[in-house]
């Protein structure tokens, strides 16, 4: 069976920092290519970034300079370093393992709230 566990978010201040996490179990994580995601209220959702097989890093340019992803392969799990936090990035917090079109999964999600 197939997890995806997001964890780390929470309630944090203008300019402040999270570090969330995506747990995975069920896949050989190192093959797959593990997005974030965030959707605020009446928004559609939006990729933030990801991070391939190969440890290359992507992101939107809202976030560039202040998010970086990351993978660690022996532990399954892929992190969001957040720094420099703004009201605009409160959210929903979704993370994506993509193997192929039949093989992706999502977690449950993770609230991120951004308070001045």
């Known amino acids: 069976q197939v997890q995806v566990v997001e964890s780390g978010g929470g309630l944090v201040q203008i300019g402040g920092s999270l570090r969330l996490s995506c747990s995975t179990s069920g896949i050989t994580f190192k093959f797959y290519t593990m997005g974030w995601y965030r959707q605020a209220p009446g928004k559609q959702r939006e990729m933030v970034g990801g991070i391939a097989e190969s440890g290359y890093a992507h992101y939107v340019d809202s976030v560039k300079g202040r998010f970086t992803i990351s993978r660690d392969n022996e532990r399954n799990t892929a992190y969001l370093q957040m720094n420099d936090l703004k009201p605009e990035d409160t959210a929903v917090y979704y993370c994506?393992?993509?193997?192929?079109?039949?093989?992706?999964?999502w977690g449950q999600g993770t609230q991120v709230t951004v308070r001045g």
């Open positions: 994506n393992a993509h193997f192929s079109q039949n093989q992706e999964y």
